[in-house]
């Protein structure tokens, strides 16, 4: 039964305090989405990974947050200090991307079940 | 920033009735997913139309795609109770294929 794992699923912080999210994607996944939700701006994407490596990351506030993937099964989201605004809901998803005569085509995300952060 | 703009923002029907989402969007698109959310969970793929796709069927689910107007809907038929949840549109861009969400649709559906 492939799914993406995420841990914690739930973390209450203090301010300042540094989070790790971590996030296991499917496995033969080649692209890793983080994503965060919130009720005011919905689902926003805050970094995309194909391969490993970073694509975009232009959503994420770069003077707190950091995404890195050190191999290929973990998917890390850190904020470092956290800040009371930075409560949501962190989604990681993976999927998969091919390249073929038609151009680059996407399948469907897989996504996790959350980790569910506030920052107090 | 969002890509898709789903409509209506909520939806209120009966059992048995059918439920139509309209997703809008803006920039030149591969492929438009829709996702479904329900409370407190992560979203599920429900289905997927690429670009060259007019329209597409899975189970009670059928999409369209209008690329002219960029454009799709969701049609749910013969809802259920269980069909309460958000439906997410996302879309898939042709250069480095990340996926952008609207908003969302709140469907509740009532026994």
């Known amino acids: 039964d492939a799914r993406v794992t995420q841990t914690p699923r739930h973390k209450v912080t203090e301010m300042g305090q540094e989070v790790t999210m971590r996030c296991q994607p499917i496995l033969g996944h080649n692209t890793v989405f983080w994503y965060r939700q919130t009720m005011m701006q919905g689902l926003e994407l805050l970094a995309y990974f194909r391969n490993r490596a970073p694509l975009d990351d232009s959503g994420m506030p770069k003077d707190r947050f950091s995404a890195e993937m050190p191999d290929a099964t973990l998917a890390t989201l850190k904020i470092q200090p956290s800040e009371p605004r930075d409560s949501a809901v962190y989604f990681c998803a993976s999927g998969l991307v091919v390249s073929g005569g038609t151009g680059i085509r996407n399948t469907e995300a897989f996504f996790g079940q959350g980790t569910r952060l506030t920052v107090v | 920033s969002q890509q898709g703009e789903e409509d209506p923002q909520a939806l209120s029907i009966q059992e048995g009735e059918n439920a139509t989402m309209n997703c809008s969007y803006k920039t030149s698109i591969n492929n438009l997913q829709w996702y479904r959310q329900n409370s407190g969970r992560g979203l599920v793929h429900l289905i997927l139309i690429r670009s060259n796709e007019r329209e597409k069927h899975s189970g009670r689910l059928r999409v369209t795609l209008d690329t002219s107007k960029k454009s799709s809907s969701l049609l749910i038929t013969a809802s259920r109770a269980a069909d309460t949840a958000s439906y997410f549109c996302?879309?898939?861009?042709?250069?480095?294929?990340?996926?952008?969400f609207g908003k969302g649709t709140m469907l509740l559906v009532s026994p």
């Open positions: 996302a879309t898939g861009d042709s250069g480095y294929s990340t996926l952008t």
